[in-house]
């Protein structure tokens, strides 16, 4: 791709199922629930929901606006915008968390492949909530097979990457994301209605405080794909006359409702087989085979139908948000070193593999292995969610809040005037102050940097 000759979204409707695509994805359907269930529940989601609005939501718009002024990777944005600056770190920063995420990332959703091959192999039919349990913990811990369907994802992603993403991830979004809503549709009827889901709501509903900022702030970032500069690349090839405002609350309701609705799919299932909700990572690919065998039991037909099209979505779901975390870094490598698409590329996804290696072994035969008491996966989830991101988003506030002049941002959030946006004052207002306050207050209380 020429470099003033940058793609655009073809469609309205594209730039908000493309820009959701990127958003909803295991961190919705995985990382969404068993955050919820290692921190009480509905307090979680309480602080989630609160970080999702306040922060949340004004930080895309900013980062939708940086994207489409400067129409250029993420580094080359700061740059474009501050010239001769610090600020382009924010985007390197982005970029090297980008690089992160994927690797853990594709991690998880090469095991949505495992599943896929389960499910349409019937290996599920027949089998008690204890089997699905062990039989988890011997794949995700053995060295090969997760390995196997890691490379494979990443390929398939590479490979769609290279082709050039517009239609591809236009065109699929519009079919893939309205059926998976049906699909969570489905499973949330089946899952309440499930003897003993009554505790799984409950659990939901019921709060109960404890420290649960940082995660509730990780996850809305992580969820909406921000604080790296994702859907700022993203934004890149937007048109002039997109409404930033309206495509950021609808990715956010989207988005959210995604998250809320795989809760009440998860909790009662997990409560009505008598799973642990903190049973972290390995949460939904305990429960959810037991929704399908349970819920459809005297039908095995639809259990079997069920099973394999939800994964085969889950994939499909985790794929549009791979390939949004792959754009950021190959377009950086391919605009910054001059390297051609497919080069970058190539860099990328062979730095995926070798990362993502160790992330999988580092949950079964390198165990021992831990920096500050945590293996590869959860450290790098936790640099990247509870760290990179925030303070991404902190930075990324603060540039648009104070550094960038008042005339491009008001120009972009308006287009040039012929939006009436009539929440534009507290939007700045929150990334002036509300934001960066909130977001070191959390960072200074639940990091333990000084002992309130
Ligand atoms: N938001 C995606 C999900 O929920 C994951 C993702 C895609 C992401 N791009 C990102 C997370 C950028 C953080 C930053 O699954």
Redesign the pocket.
């Known amino acids: 791709m020429a470099k003033n000759d940058r793609a655009n979204f073809g469609s309205k409707l594209g730039v908000i199922l493309a820009s959701a695509g990127?958003?909803?994805?295991?961190?919705?359907i995985w990382r969404f629930p068993y955050e919820t269930g290692n921190h009480g529940g509905a307090a979680f989601i309480l602080i989630y929901l609160g970080c999702i609005l306040l922060l949340g939501l004004p930080i895309m718009i900013a980062e939708f606006l940086i994207g489409r002024r400067s129409r250029a990777n993420t580094a080359r944005a700061y740059q474009k915008l501050a010239p001769g600056t610090h600020w382009r770190w924010v985007g390197r920063m982005g970029v090297l968390?980008?690089f992160l995420?994927l690797s853990y990332?594709a991690v998880v959703a090469g095991w949505t492949l495992e599943y896929i091959f389960e499910a349409a192999t019937n290996g599920f039919a027949g089998k008690t909530s204890g089997e699905f349990i062990s039989s988890f913990q011997q794949f995700s811990s053995s060295p090969w097979r997760p390995v196997v369907w890691l490379v494979a994802f990443l390929l398939i992603t590479h490979f769609i990457i290279v082709k050039g993403v517009e239609k591809g991830i236009e065109k699929s979004s519009k079919i893939m994301m309205p059926t998976l809503f049906i699909i969570i549709l489905i499973l949330v009827v089946c899952s309440v209605t499930l003897p003993g889901a009554g505790a799984g709501i409950e659990f939901l509903l019921k709060p109960d405080f404890r420290n649960v900022f940082l995660s509730a702030m990780g996850q809305a970032?992580?969820?909406?794909?921000?604080?790296?500069g994702?859907l700022c690349t993203y934004a890149s090839y937007f048109s002039k006359e997109t409404n930033l405002t309206k495509t950021a609350f609808s990715v956010g309701i989207i988005d959210t409702f995604v998250a809320i609705l795989a809760g009440f799919i998860i909790f009662p299932a997990a409560f009505s087989v008598g799973i642990q909700p903190d049973s972290g990572p390995s949460l939904i690919f305990i429960t959810l085979p037991n929704v399908f065998q349970q819920a459809f039991s005297g039908v095995p037909i639809l259990a079997y139908i069920f099973s394999v099209m939800f994964y085969a979505l889950l994939a499909m779901a985790?794929l549009t948000?791979t390939i949004?975390?792959h754009e950021v870094v190959t377009a950086y490598l391919h605009e910054e070193f001059n390297l051609s698409r497919g080069k970058a590329a190539r860099l990328v996804t062979g730095g995926c593999v070798f990362l993502g290696i160790f992330c999988s072994l580092s949950l079964g035969v390198m165990k021992g292995f831990t920096v500050f008491g945590l293996g590869m996966f959860d450290l790098f989830d936790f640099v990247t969610a509870k760290i990179m991101?925030p303070l991404g988003g902190l930075c990324i506030s603060l540039f648009t809040g104070w550094y960038l002049d008042k005339k491009i941002v008001w120009s972009e959030i308006t287009n040039d005037g012929s939006l009436k946006v009539p929440v534009y004052k507290l939007i700045i207002f929150i990334l002036k102050y509300i934001a960066p306050i909130a977001i070191s207050l959390i960072f200074i209380n639940e990091l333990g940097l000084i002992k309130l």
Do not use: E, K
């Open positions: 990127s958003a909803v994805g295991l961190g919705n968390a980008g995420i990332y970032f992580f969820s909406l794909s921000l604080g790296m994702c985790a948000s949004s975390l991101l």
